[in-house]
């Protein structure tokens, strides 16, 4: 289990504006930072901002248990009615092994039960040190609603049913490669062949 779990290593956690769904065409990083994750802390990173927290209300909560990465986003659940968030454009979560200290990572899954509306598991990617979340299309308002482009309201965030009351959570569960063991030459258990010794007194 411990080969398979976040606990005790040192994680880059950068938020990203993309051109295109494509890593290639990045074209900003507005907030990174490194996380120690913890399996004895929740959340390991506190309203992390994506963008400036005198400029933009979007804060999220980063926590990484064992082999889960959760994102929860909290500017949601504070007093102020104009905390929210949706984004046309590709705005990404991208988490990095820069130490490379974990295995490569083979298989992500997404569990996105109580996630943003809009939010489209299809737009997490990942290799073998990097993934990275794209909330494009992902929207989270306020009960008061939001005329959007189209003349109509957009649904609120609020979920009675959710954990935190709202669509605001997204869990990936990371499935790691197995570490190779320091030698794999595969051990004789063969007894050792005696080597005769001419015993015979020396004059």
């Not at 490194?34 to 004895?40: E, M, P, R, T």
């Not at 959760?70 to 979560?93: A, C, H, M």
Request: net charge negative.
């Amino acid at each position: 289990l411990a080969e398979q779990s976040f606990d005790g290593h040192t994680i880059n956690v950068a938020f990203e504006k993309w051109y295109y769904n494509d890593v290639s065409s990045l074209l900003e990083i507005t907030s990174e930072k490194d996380v120690l994750a913890s399996d004895s802390t929740y959340p390991d990173e506190k309203d992390f901002s994506v963008y400036s927290s005198n400029i933009d209300h979007a804060a999220w909560d980063i926590d990484f248990n064992q082999n889960v990465i959760e994102l929860t986003y909290t500017s949601i659940g504070s007093n102020d009615l104009v905390k929210g968030y949706q984004y046309i454009f590709p705005r990404i979560f991208h988490f990095q092994d820069k130490e490379n200290s974990l295995p490569e990572i083979i298989n992500v899954t997404v569990n996105d039960t109580f996630a943003p509306l809009g939010f489209d598991l299809r737009l997490v990617t990942f290799d073998a040190n990097n993934i990275y979340v794209n909330l494009k299309g992902s929207v989270c308002l306020t009960d008061r609603m939001k005329p959007h482009s189209g003349g109509g309201l957009m649904p609120s965030c609020t979920n009675p049913s959710s954990p935190t009351g709202y669509w605001n959570r997204i869990s990936l569960k990371v499935e790691f490669a197995a570490k190779a063991t320091i030698d794999e030459t595969p051990i004789d258990e063969k007894p050792i062949d005696r080597v005769a010794i001419d015993m015979t007194p020396i004059d």
